[in-house]
């Protein structure tokens, strides 16, 4: 079996995930799980803070995936959308939970990224939006991590919320304000 | 100095209203259709922050590539079954269940309606009754109530008498609705006119004979007469239990279109009581005679008194005859039937009155069967959507929740 791509290496949208493929036979579901895979665990990591969860959180989206796949309705949303909102779902119940603070786990893996020679300035400014991110309300934080991780349009982002896609709107704006202002503001304690 | 390339169209911070264009300058960015420095630093900002989460453990990759493997042969081998069925859509799935639903309960209406019962086949008697006993069917004819003298009569006369015949008024049955009233004895006779085919005279006037074997009843009188042309006829006498008349009568007007029907009661208390109060009369009259011949010393008073208990057991026999005569008619009813083989009758009772009749009913049981199932079904149906409903409910609000408490 082929491994899990993220879809944003090859810069150029899923095929499967994209569009609505009829059925969701098992051929269809592994090239599903080929091109959403990694992107699901990052969301779900990132959300999480906690591997080990985040790996849950994966295998029980694709599984309830496949499980109601027979539901699965063309009209409401491509199957990545479909299995992001599912992974929310289960990112959230995994919170509820274990009722206490995400970590974030990212420390180990920016470090690891400092191994691999990329330029200074490179990673300074991720880290900054990590911190910027650890920063946001995880309400906000959630938002932009769907719409970056799972690439969703703002309907399916919508949908995926269970709101209006005008709220949907409104909610990824403000995270996204809010995001900037945080990075700008680390960014001048850095330069103080 | 670190450099964060954030595009910035609006500095008025996150309360201002929503920007459409901002918005539509987003996804056109993120789709890589906007060529802009704003557009640019909006894809570096997604691939940072799509950089931040690390790799997926191959473990995790590999088990879950296993785990779709394993799927994709095991749905592999159900495939074949599932692939061309029309069923697989879940919507036709569903209506084709109502559908099924729907047909098991009008199918289970019409075989197991009472508008079958008209064409039951008659079950023949295990036991036919005995028609000379006339006490013994009394018994259970249930009409009228004998009076305190009754009772004396039977004492004096030391056999079963009317009282035996005739059960107690409270346990009389209601003849055209009405109860008898307690105390009385009556006589109940009806008479029904059945429309059939020509052809099935015969069998219909078989059919009513067995009916009143199984009624518990006999046959008195039949007389059937078919012609190949012209109108054919049966006129059958049926002698049936009081009690029964009623459900005899219904059975009958199954069996074909009833055409006419009548039913008299005549009140027979007067006759019932004068048959008793002779037989009462006799007997005490055999008692005082009988104990004039143990006073009587000559041969003459001896002989005399021997004539006169000879003619006292004739008039006890005769009361007593007299008495069970009435008995028999407060018992059982006569009941004439005629059938009449006719076919412009026959087929216009048969098949459109009829048959728009039995049509009728077969809709009218059905909606109400239809009724008493959507009666239980759709609050049941309700309640689980209402249960459903709210526990979603609680899970997104739990879910909804976590997000404002961290």
């Known amino acids: ?192 | 100095m670190r450099i964060i390339p954030f595009p910035g169209r609006d500095d008025a911070g996150p309360d201002v209203g929503l920007d459409e264009i901002w918005l539509s300058d987003l996804e056109a960015a993120l789709n890589g259709s906007g060529e802009s420095p704003d557009a640019d630093s909006w894809r570096q900002l997604r691939d940072d922050v799509r950089a931040l989460a690390p790799p997926m453990a191959p473990e995790l990759e590999r088990k879950l590539g296993e785990r779709i493997v394993e799927r994709d042969a095991r749905s592999a081998s159900k495939q074949p079954h599932r692939r061309s069925g029309w069923w697989r859509s879940p919507g036709r799935l569903r209506a084709a269940a109502a559908v099924a639903a729907i047909a098991a309960v009008t199918g289970a209406v019409v075989i197991a309606g009472p508008w079958r019962a008209g064409t039951r086949p008659i079950e023949a008697p295990s036991n036919p009754p005995a028609t000379s006993s006339s006490a013994g069917r009394a018994e259970s004819s249930g009409v009228s109530a004998p009076r305190g003298a009754t009772h004396a009569a039977r004492g004096a006369a030391g056999e079963p008498s009317a009282s035996a015949s005739a059960g107690a008024a409270s346990n009389a049955p209601a003849f055209n609705g009405v109860a008898a009233p307690p105390g009385r004895v009556q006589q109940l006779a009806a008479s029904i006119t059945l429309a059939a085919t020509p052809n099935d005279v015969q069998e219909t006037a078989d059919r009513v004979s067995r009916l009143a074997v199984s009624d518990g009843g006999f046959v008195q009188s039949s007389h059937v007469q078919v012609q190949q042309r012209g109108t054919s006829e049966a006129n059958v006498a049926l002698s049936l239990p009081s009690a029964k008349l009623g459900g005899a009568l219904a059975s009958l007007g199954q069996l074909a279109p009833v055409r006419a029907e009548s039913q008299s009661l005549q009140d027979i208390t007067n006759a019932y009581d004068a048959a008793r109060q002779r037989l009462a009369d006799a007997t005490a009259e055999r008692q005082a005679l009988l104990r004039a011949l143990s006073k009587a010393t000559t041969e003459g008073q001896i002989g005399g008194l021997h004539e006169r208990i000879s003619q006292n057991r004739n008039a006890i026999a005769q009361a007593r005859s007299s008495l069970q005569a009435v008995s028999q008619h407060a018992s059982t009813a006569e009941v004439e039937v005629t059938v009449l083989g006719d076919a412009h009758t026959a087929s216009e009772g048969l098949t459109l009155h009829r048959g728009l009749h039995d049509a009728g009913r077969v809709l009218v049981v059905t909606l109400v069967v239809l009724l008493v199932a959507a009666a239980i079904l759709v609050p049941l149906a309700l309640l689980i959507v209402v249960l459903v409903t709210a526990r979603r409910m609680w899970l997104r609000y739990q879910r909804e929740h976590i997000l404002d408490t961290r």
Request: charged letters at 35%.
């Open chain 1, 1 to 192: 079996m082929s491994r899990p791509v993220s879809s944003s290496d090859e810069h150029a949208p899923p095929a499967i995930a994209r569009a609505w493929p009829g059925t969701l036979d098992a051929e269809v579901f592994e090239t599903l799980f080929r091109e959403c895979g990694a992107d699901v665990h990052a969301y779900a990591i990132s959300l999480l803070g906690d591997r080990s969860a985040a790996e849950d959180v994966t295998a029980l989206a694709f599984e309830r995936l496949y499980r109601s796949r027979a539901r699965l309705d063309h009209r409401r949303g491509t199957p990545r959308a479909w299995l992001f909102a599912i992974a929310r779902n289960a990112a959230l119940d995994e919170l509820r939970r274990r009722r206490r603070e995400p970590r974030y786990e990212l420390e180990d893996e920016l470090a690891a990224d400092r191994d691999c020679a990329e330029a200074l300035e490179h990673v300074e400014r991720r880290a900054t939006v990590r911190d910027a991110l650890a920063r946001l309300p995880l309400r906000e934080r959630e938002v932009v991590l769907l719409k970056f991780h799972g690439q969703l349009s703002n309907g399916e982002l919508a949908r995926a919320l269970g709101i209006s896609e005008s709220n949907a709107g409104t909610r990824l704006h403000r995270a996204l304000i809010r995001l900037r202002e945080h990075c700008l503001q680390i960014d001048r304690q850095e330069v103080a």
